[in-house]
């Protein structure tokens, strides 16, 4: 295949448990590297412990949310299921209906909790950033604020 780069991608047994091997060739040559997958949390419930159910034919949404030091976000709640993955900072989520409260840092996700009330705030001193994935039963926002 002189001239072309052929890619080969070698998957191990198991659920993505170890690295996954790439190799190139180019020219007859090889060359490897390795994609290396960290799993960083498998569940099938909310942060309270609520069964995360899907929408029927859902809409997913990615954001990314900037929150500056010290900002608190209101009291409010998510109709569908709602997910996040910490990129810096530190945020405090507390639960309203269990009260129970979690921080969470940078390299976490978030599985948030479904139709419970609950407010946040960015207890550290840099902007906490803040990958948000939503499934929506149907077009719209994910956030009820409690009036």
Not at 31 to 37: M, N
Not at 47 to 68: A, R
Not at 118 to 130: D, F, R
């Amino acid at each position: 295949m002189q001239g072309r780069i052929a890619k080969r991608i070698l998957v191990g047994t198991g659920f993505a448990l170890g690295a996954i091997s790439v190799a190139y060739a180019a020219n007859g040559e090889e060359a490897a590297g390795k994609v290396v997958v960290q799993p960083l949390l498998s569940t099938d419930v909310t942060s309270s412990g609520q069964p995360i159910v899907l929408p029927k034919d859902p809409t997913v949404v990615f954001s990314m949310y900037e929150i500056p030091a010290g900002a608190k976000l209101p009291e409010h709640k998510h109709p569908y299921p709602r997910y996040g993955y910490m990129l810096s900072g530190e945020l405090r989520v507390t639960n309203t209906v269990t009260g129970k409260s979690e921080t969470y840092k940078s390299g976490q996700p978030i599985i948030e909790a479904i139709d419970q009330w609950h407010h946040a705030e960015n207890i550290g001193t840099e902007p906490v950033k803040l990958l948000v994935i939503d499934q929506l039963g149907k077009p719209g926002s994910n956030v009820v604020l409690q009036h």
